[in-house]
């Protein structure tokens, strides 16, 4: 069984549209994250949300929106694709928001999108 | 190659040898911190943690150093093997409470058989 699972792992697109990409975990975590990876490998955190609650919101654009209808999902809704929002982007849990030991945070496998 | 055009710091590390791997961390209040190693077509994988009240810890093949007069924190992988082929990050929670994990920019380790 896949802990975090990501959908689409591939997405291509045109500019102008809106598109989502959805997270799921098994895992019985509390705390959820969206990060996004450039193409220099930059890992940046977007969002954290925790028992469905958003907690950190990194400057992202409003045309990014998160949704957590349950703490086990995390989806992402794009509006208006940019080329710039051309990236990998990893969901991730914790078992709780705070950081201690052991409070690992596990990555999905990523979801690629392209917008052309 | 996977390299070409990244520009991430590259150690390339014969079979059998000892790595080193550096990262310069930003926060001073940074209170814990993670290695992870990323393989291709993959999400990040936990490899070990170490908290502020620290300066060493160590697990399977691989220690954690932490320095936080100058804020550097080392990872050492014991007797390399192809397998830990992969780009190893390290990240710092300079949230506090909010955990707020900060990745830096990640360094492509290559090992040749």
């Known amino acids: 069984d896949t802990a975090v699972s990501q959908t689409p792992k591939y997405l291509v697109t045109q500019m102008g549209n809106d598109k989502s990409i959805k997270c799921e975990q098994n895992?019985?975590?509390?705390?959820m994250y969206w990060y996004k990876q450039d193409s220099k490998k930059f890992l940046k955190i977007m969002f954290s949300?925790?028992?469905?609650?958003?907690?950190i919101n990194e400057t992202v654009p409003n045309r990014f929106s998160p949704k957590s209808p349950d703490k086990a999902h995390l989806n992402l809704h794009i509006n208006s694709l940019e080329l710039g929002d051309s990236a990998v982007y990893f969901c991730?849990?914790?078992?709780?928001?705070?950081?201690?030991?052991?409070?690992?945070?596990?990555f999905g496998e990523g979801s690629w999108l392209t917008v052309v | 190659g996977e390299s070409v055009g990244l520009h991430l710091p590259t150690l390339s590390v014969q079979e059998g040898d000892n790595s080193i791997i550096n990262c310069a961390y930003s926060?001073?209040?940074?209170?814990?911190f993670i290695w992870y190693k990323q393989e291709s077509g993959k999400g990040p994988q936990f490899i070990i943690d170490?908290?502020?009240?620290?300066d060493k810890r160590q697990g399977q093949r691989v220690t954690v150093l932490l320095n936080k007069t100058v804020k550097h924190l080392s990872l050492q992988i014991a007797a390399t093997q192809p397998g830990d082929s992969a780009v190893y990050f390290c990240?710092?929670?300079?949230?506090?409470?909010?955990?707020?994990?900060?990745f830096g920019k990640g360094t492509l380790l290559t090992v040749n058989p």
């Open positions: 991730a849990s914790s078992p709780r928001g705070v950081a201690g030991s052991g409070n690992t945070r596990y």
């Open positions: 926060n001073s209040a940074s209170d814990y």
């Open positions: 895992l019985g975590h509390d705390t």
């Open positions: 949300y925790n028992n469905k609650e958003l907690i």
């Open positions: 170490i908290r502020s009240n620290m």
């Open positions: 990240a710092e929670n300079s949230g506090g409470s909010n955990y707020k994990l900060t």
